[in-house]
């Protein structure tokens, strides 16, 4: 397993784990942000974890030199910088757990928007027509209300909720 530092194109910084690096490579465009659903994802800049020899991990990190302050009056020659006050905090395992919910529903629904026929208004008429072989059996999507909802589940024909989810880009 390899562990990547990874950042959302809202700066929001967190870890994702990867059988291999070209796991990560196939997975990165369905990757979201689990703090805010942004799926511009990209690797950040990771310190290897690295400890001197003969030290304990404790040790070694108080063995680390302190960063030093800025020379007076010179500054940085290539322009100004700045810090955070502090890093975005680590998602805690449910904020993860549901990021891996929406990608998976995001999902979903593209697949369905991509290869189900959308008839709109006219899905519980369809449906029916469809499951009493009056009409062409086909994958559809479209919108109804839960008492057509309800009696087609009631009259035996399967039906699944959509999620409708706002649009990352947005």
């Known amino acids: 397993m390899i562990r990547y530092a990874l950042r959302c194109g809202a700066g929001h910084e967190f870890e994702g784990w990867f059988r291999s690096s070209a796991a990560f490579d196939d997975e990165a465009a369905a990757l979201t942000c689990p703090i805010c659903g942004d799926g511009r994802i990209e690797k950040a800049i990771m310190a290897p974890s690295v400890m001197q020899r003969g030290a304990a991990p404790a040790e070694a990190e108080a063995e680390k030199p302190a960063a030093s302050p800025p020379a007076a009056g010179g500054g940085a020659p290539l322009g100004e910088f700045a810090a955070p006050a502090a890093p975005p905090a680590a998602p805690t395992p ?3 757990e549901l990021a891996r919910a ?3 529903m995001r999902r979903l629904r593209a697949h369905v928007e991509a290869h189900f026929e959308n008839v709109g208004k006219r899905f519980a008429e369809e449906a029916r027509k469809i499951h ?4 062409e059996a086909r994958d559809i999507f479209g919108q109804a209300t839960l008492d057509e909802a309800k009696e087609l589940l009631e009259e035996g024909i399967e039906v699944l909720p959509l999620p409708d989810l706002p649009k990352l880009d947005s």
């Open 94 to 96: 449910r904020q993860v």
């Open 132 to 135: 009493h072989e009056e009409a």
């Open 102 to 104: 929406l990608v998976a």
